[in-house]
């Protein structure tokens, strides 16, 4: 007989087959995984905004906004035409409106045409002069920028770029009337005397500031001074002064020692723009790839920190100021061999010294953020006299922006409350289930 076939349980299942509750479950699990990834992928979307947002470019951007809508109600406010509309405003409030669409509008477009693009022309080459005169203005602004934006990363305040300038300019000024050299070497060794004027006027306050522990704001505002009554008292002696000449100025440059223009003698652009294109890309490379630029930002951090790490704080001092001296000689270089080339007087530096403390504030001390601020810059000195010229607006509303731009940048929570911008350490909630 055969043995009878053993039977499976009833309750028995395929080994494959799972039940019902145990797929419900799983299913469950893998859509709240993607549930949690999709609001993982939202929550990182939603802080990378807000880090952008609340970013330091950003807040520049909306200063320059900000003051730019107060200036355009201080040309309102200080127009004859909107003055006598509001006179008999509830009779025809239109008028006043009008008035200052007018005022606000025009001093605006003027600015625009009379640095950037001047549609109003016949040809191209005309109507982009603007433009070219914006980058004249902005050229000094930038390298004196990029001299106070150095010294900030290190935590000096350097307000000595007036006295830097004037020397560097000396020195820049002496070698392209005094010396006999060829065409290319002596523009080349005439914008070198200007950096090394400068780096050398700059490099006083550092070793000052290394040695005595003389804070650098004092110090750098005396040696503007002594730049300036030294520069003053040279020009009237033989050494600095034109023999031709009774005012006390400068010989004009050598042909040989001129910055050429870039696109000829139609534009005033000359090749200290490119020059100072280079400085630039030297300066972001020197605080963001170089050993001394991490040596430069570890200062600025936590001297007391980078002292017990092993670094010279007291030689980075005189470090930071030579190269900080030297960007402010080449903005001198740029003036004297480019810009004002037939002689300088001791007014030399025209403000630039202090308005670089502006570019660079606004640059957020970076060097690609302080050229597009010297930018801005150049472009309300160019706009600021066709805007004067055709509108009849005081040249001054241009320097209550400038100086309302500092002013938020001084204040960023004010900037924050009227755009809402969240504040940078604000991050999105992550979302739980």
């Known amino acids: 007989m055969s043995e009878p076939t053993p039977q499976k349980p009833k309750d028995q299942k395929p080994k494959d087959q799972k039940?019902?509750?145990?797929?419900?479950?799983?299913?469950?699990?893998?859509e709240g995984a993607e549930n949690s990834e999709n609001s993982q992928d939202t929550v990182r979307w939603t802080n990378a905004f807000r880090e952008i947002a609340s970013g330091n470019a950003l807040l520049s951007l909306l200063a320059v906004v900000l003051a730019v809508l107060i200036g355009g109600?201080?040309?309102?406010l200080t127009d004859s035409d909107v003055q006598d509309a509001a006179g008999y405003f509830f009779a025809r409030p239109g008028d006043l409106f009008a008035a200052?669409?007018?005022?606000v509008g025009g001093a605006y477009l003027a600015l625009f045409q009379g640095s950037i693009y001047d549609f109003r022309r016949d040809d191209f080459v005309s109507a982009i002069k603007p433009l070219t005169q914006t980058l004249v203005f902005a050229t000094p602004l930038v390298a004196a920028g990029l001299g106070v934006a150095i010294a900030f990363r290190v935590g000096l305040f350097n307000i000595g770029g007036r006295?830097?300038?004037?020397?560097?300019?000396?020195?820049?000024?002496?070698?392209?009337?005094?010396?006999d050299l060829p065409i290319v070497i002596h523009v080349i060794v005439a914008v070198t005397m200007g950096i090394i004027g400068g780096a050398l006027w700059g490099a006083i306050a550092g070793l000052l500031k290394a040695r005595t522990g003389a804070h650098e704001v004092i110090v750098t505002i005396m040696l503007n001074y002594v730049a300036y009554y030294l520069i003053s008292f040279l020009l009237r002696t033989d050494l600095l002064k034109n023999p031709g000449s009774s005012n006390p100025k400068t010989p004009p440059a050598a042909d040989t020692a001129v910055l050429p223009p870039i696109f000829g003698d139609a534009f005033k652009l000359h090749w200290g723009?490119?020059?100072v294109i280079a400085a630039t890309v030297l300066a972001s490379w020197l605080l963001d790839r170089s050993s001394l630029g991490f040596k430069f930002r570890a200062v600025g951090l936590n001297p007391h920190a980078a002292r017990v790490a092993g670094?010279?704080?007291?030689?980075?001092?005189?470090?930071?100021?030579?190269?900080?001296?030297?960007?402010?000689?080449?903005a001198?270089?740029?003036e004297v061999l480019g810009t004002t080339t037939s002689g300088f007087t001791s007014g030399v530096d025209a403000g630039i010294g202090f308005d670089a403390i502006t570019v660079a504030l606004l640059g957020r001390s970076t060097p690609w953020g302080t050229f597009a601020a010297g930018v801005l810059f150049g472009a309300f000195k160019a706009g600021g006299f066709t805007m004067q010229a055709s509108q009849?607006?005081?040249?001054?509303?241009?320097?209550?922006?400038?100086?309302?731009i500092v002013l938020f940048i001084a204040a960023p929570p004010l900037v924050r409350a009227v755009f809402r911008v969240p504040q940078p350490g604000a991050r999105a909630k992550k979302v739980v289930g």
Do not use: H, N
């Open 19 to 30: 039940p019902k509750d145990q797929k419900s479950e799983e299913a469950a699990l893998t």
């Open 273 to 275: 723009f490119i020059v």
């Open 163 to 179: 006295g830097q300038i004037i020397v560097g300019a000396a020195f820049a000024g002496y070698a392209s009337f005094a010396w």
């Open 100 to 103: 200052i669409g007018s005022a």
């Open 392 to 404: 009849s607006i005081p040249i001054d509303i241009v320097l209550v922006v400038q100086s309302l």
């Open 73 to 76: 109600v201080l040309i309102a």
């Open 311 to 330: 670094i010279k704080v007291e030689r980075l001092y005189v470090y930071v100021m030579l190269i900080a001296g030297g960007y402010a000689g080449l």
């Open 332 to 334: 001198a270089s740029t």
